[in-house]
């Protein structure tokens, strides 16, 4: 069955960066769209981030244009989320998705992972 395990999340300051990763398993990953999504406590889930499945397109939410990259590593099957200087804001539980042959600006995904919290001291 599909899989998503996201991992690098943590505690960091204002100002900071971090590296998320999502480990795909039980999918031909290269045919998948990734997806990074955050919801932070009392409020809906928002889109972050989208790489497509060739990863030759991306997409982003406004509120993280500049400061967060999306990457992928089909060998690996690993998608990446760079995300530099943190802010408060930023503070949620960041979960991976995974659509099949999507384009990158597709908000609808099939998959799931557990997500990963981020928390960001001012």
């Known amino acids: 069955q599909v899989q998503l395990v996201e991992s690098g999340g943590g505690l960091v300051q204002a100002g900071d960066s971090l590296r998320l990763s999502c480990a795909a398993s039980g999918m031909p990953f290269s045919r998948y769209t990734m997806g990074w999504f955050r919801q932070a406590p009392g409020k809906e889930r928002e889109f972050v981030a989208a790489?497509?499945?060739?990863?030759?397109?991306?997409d982003y939410a406004d509120s993280v244009k500049g400061r967060f990259t999306i990457s992928r590593d089909n060998a690996k099957n690993t998608v990446y989320l760079q995300m530099n200087s943190l802010k408060p804001e930023d503070m949620a539980n960041y979960y991976c998705?995974?659509?099949?042959?999507?384009?990158?600006?597709?908000?609808?995904?099939?998959?799931w992972g557990q997500g990963t919290q981020v928390t960001v001291s001012s």
């Open positions: 790489i497509s499945w060739s990863g030759a397109s991306t």
């Open positions: 998705a995974a659509k099949l042959f999507a384009t990158a600006t597709t908000r609808q995904y099939d998959f």
